[in-house]
T-cell receptor, first 114, second 114 residues
Framework: GQNIDQPTEMTATEGAIVQINCTYQ??????LFWYQQHAGEAPTFLSY????GLEEKGRFSSFLSRSKGYSYLLLKELQMKDSASYLC???????????????FGSGTQLTVLP | EPEVTQTPSHQVTQMGQEVILRCVPI?????FYWYRQILGQKVEFLVS????????KSEIFDDQFSVERPDGSNFTLKIRSTKLEDSAMYFC????????????FGPGTRLLVL
């Protein structure tokens, strides 16, 4: 099975940088995803890591350390519209096929203040 | 850009009634998924579907649940006899199963069981 932990809530100021951490313990691993979810809406894809290191995508970066079971999402130049829940999700390793389920953390609710 | 669509957006039903939630995955996708999110809780995997059969299912996906691909475009989730605790947002997702590919989520159906 999978166990994924992330902080419940974070607050930051517009224009600042925030780092949202995620730790996981898994029986199999085939990649880690970060999603953004606004209230009442579907998760939208932000980033994917399967190898150790940093992936950068505009204002968003994500880091993975497989040996530590650790990832973080870094948001730079925060904007008010970044207020949302950020979900860490781990994809299972399967022996065959690619219909691999995602196991989600509980999400980190980020509030960006003016 | 193609999107996953879901109908209805909201459904209210009485306990014990059957409901069918409908999804139209992105047209060239081969893998289909259902997830649910109880209000204030994490996104939970229900079932994955590939090549006209269930690929994986979670403990939540008991005999009350079934999935079907009745034609070339629709993917449905049926709950045979709804319970109060089935009240949740149900998300459909799809992808092509490529190595670095996310799952693309539909907007969700909010189900309320009274």
């Amino acid at each position: 099975g999978q166990n994924i932990d992330q902080p419940t809530e974070m607050t930051a100021t517009e224009g600042a940088i925030v780092q949202i951490n995620c730790t996981y313990q898994t029986s199999g691993f085939n990649g880690l995803f970060w999603y953004q979810q606004h209230a009442g809406e579907a998760p939208t894809f932000l980033s994917y890591n399967v190898l150790d290191g940093l992936e950068e995508k505009g204002r968003f970066s994500s880091f993975l350390s497989r040996s530590k079971g650790y990832s973080y999402l870094l948001l730079k130049e925060l904007q008010m519209k970044d207020s949302a829940s950020y979900l860490c999700a781990v994809r299972d390793q399967k022996a065959s096929g690619s219909a691999r389920q995602l196991t989600f953390g509980s999400g980190t609710q980020l509030t960006v203040l003016p | 850009e193609p999107e996953v669509t879901q109908t209805p957006s909201h459904q209210v039903t009485q306990m014990g009634q059957e409901v069918i939630l409908r999804c139209v995955p992105i047209s060239n996708h081969l893998y289909f998924y259902w997830y649910r999110q109880i209000l204030g809780q994490k996104v939970e995997f229900l079932v994955s579907f590939y090549n006209n059969e269930i690929s994986e299912k979670s403990e939540i996906f008991d005999d009350q649940f079934s999935v079907e691909r009745p034609d070339g475009s629709n993917f449905t989730l049926k709950i045979r006899s709804t319970k109060l605790e089935d009240s949740a947002m149900y998300f459909c997702a799809s992808n092509r199963g490529l190595a670095k590919e996310t799952q693309y989520f539909g907007p969700g159906t909010r189900l309320l069981v009274l």
